[in-house]
C-alpha cells in the first residue's frame, strides 16, 4: 500500500512538473517560517540555530528533480549523490559567510581587527558570490549527467533570483509584514523561499518539455 501510494505521488509530481514545482516551493516556504515561527521570531534569534527546515525543502526539491529526469538507476544515484556532496558544500560556505556577516558584540570586534582582509570581505559579500554559483552549478551538474536543458534556462534561473529579492520585499511591504520590508526579511519570513525553488526547478525546464514531446 505504501509503495503504491510512492509510486502515484512521484507519478503526479512526473506529470504535473510546474504545479508540483509551484507546490512544492511553498510547502518549503511554509515549514521555514513555521520553523521561525517556532523558536520565536525576536531579533537576529533565526541565525543562530539549525534550520531543519532546509534539510527538508532540499529533500522535496530532490524528489521533485527526480522526477523529472529519465536516468538509469546507476546515474541517478550518482546525480544525486553529486546534488549531496555540492549542496553540503555551498550551504556550509554559505553559513560561514552569514555568522561573519552578522557577527556583533564583542566576537565582531575581535573578528574585525584579527582576520585577514580577504576573510572580513568574504564574510561581509560571500552570500552575493555563492548564491549565483547554486544555479550555476546545478545547471552543469545536470548537463554533465546528459540532459541538455539550454543555457538560456540558466539565464532566467540566475534573473528570478535577482529579481525574486525586490518582489518579495515589495510583498512584505504591501502586507505591512513585523520587522520591516528588507532583504533580510524577504528570507526570514520565507516569503522568498517558494521564489528561489521554483527558478533552480526551470533548470530541469527542457528535461521536461523533451519528456513531453517524446511521450506524445
Known amino acids: ?20 514545482l509551484i507546490l512544492s516551493g511553498l510547502l518549503a516556504g511554509l515549514i521555514w517560517r513555521l520553523e521561525v515561527e517556532y523558536h520565536g521570531w525576536a531579533g537576529l534569534k533565526w541565525i543562530s540555530y539549525f534550520h531543519y ?3 527538508a525543502g532540499i529533500l522535496l526539491f530532490f524528489v521533485w528533480s ?32 552569514l555568522r561573519g556577516a552578522f557577527i556583533s558584540g564583542p566576537s565582531a570586534f575581535i573578528h574585525h581587527m584579527t582576520a585577514p582582509r580577504w576573510l ?58 513585523r520587522g520591516g520590508a528588507d532583504e ?15 527558478f533552480l526547478g526551470i533548470l530541469f525546464y527542457q528535461s521536461i518539455t523533451n519528456r513531453s514531446s517524446s511521450a506524445a
Open 66 to 97: 527526480n522526477a523529472q529526469i529519465q536516468l538509469t538507476a546507476k546515474k541517478r544515484l550518482f546525480f544525486n549523490l553529486s546534488g549531496l556532496v555540492f549542496t553540503v558544500v555551498v550551504l556550509g560556505l554559505l553559513e560561514l559567510s
Open 120 to 177: 572580513l570581505f568574504a564574510s561581509q559579500y560571500g552570500i552575493l558570490i555563492l548564491l549565483p554559483l547554486i544555479p550555476i552549478g546545478l545547471f552543469f551538474m545536470i548537463r554533465l549527467f546528459g540532459m541538455r536543458p539550454p543555457y538560456r534556462n540558466l539565464f532566467f534561473s540566475l534573473a528570478g533570483l535577482v529579481v525574486s529579492v525586490p518582489i518579495c520585499v515589495l510583498l512584505l511591504d504591501l502586507v505591512n509584514h
Open 1 to 20: 500500500m505504501a509503495i503504491s501510494a510512492h509510486s502515484n505521488m512521484f507519478n503526479w509530481l512526473k506529470n504535473n512538473p510546474l504545479l508540483s
Open 53 to 55: 527546515s532546509i534539510p
Open 184 to 198: 533580510i526579511h524577504a528570507l526570514k519570513s520565507g516569503f522568498i523561499v517558494p521564489f528561489w525553488f521554483f
